[in-house]
């Protein structure tokens, strides 16, 4: 079983910039893809970006990409995602989740592990 934790998220002001981490245990993280999901209230969760097992392959949501930035470090069980140039529609709790498949993808069905969120607040 893999256990999934979410730190870093607070509140920033717009146009600014934070990095939340997910720090997994109990399993072969290195085996894993990893993706990161964000739910606002009264939407529904959305991808916003996915990184497989070795880091090569990496996709991002439309409205993150060129501002957000996926990473993984396998040596310390992490995968981490920097968001710059935050804009108040950024603001969620945001998701990390792992998918024994090893490779990037967008569904969300597609992973077997969550986490409990990070809450990111961004003012205007």
């Known amino acids: 079983q893999v256990q999934l934790v979410e730190s870093g998220g607070g509140l920033v002001q717009a146009g600014g910039s934070l990095r939340v981490s997910c720090a997994a245990s109990?399993?072969?993280?290195?085996?894993?893809?990893m993706g990161w999901f964000r739910q606002a209230p009264g939407k529904e969760r959305e991808f916003v970006a996915t990184?497989?097992?070795?880091?090569?392959?990496?996709y991002y949501a439309d409205s993150v990409k060129g501002r957000f930035t996926i990473s993984r470090d396998n040596a310390k069980n992490t995968v981490y995602l920097q968001m710059n140039s935050l804009k108040p529609d950024d603001t969620a709790v945001y998701y990390c989740?792992?998918?024994?498949?090893?490779?990037?993808?967008?569904?969300?069905?597609?992973?077997?592990?969550w986490g409990q969120g990070t809450q990111v607040t961004v003012s205007a």
């Open positions: 990184i497989s097992w070795s880091g090569g392959s990496i």
């Open positions: 989740a792992a998918g024994g498949h090893g490779y990037s993808s967008r569904a969300s069905e597609e992973y077997h592990y």
């Open positions: 109990g399993g072969t993280f290195s085996s894993y893809g």
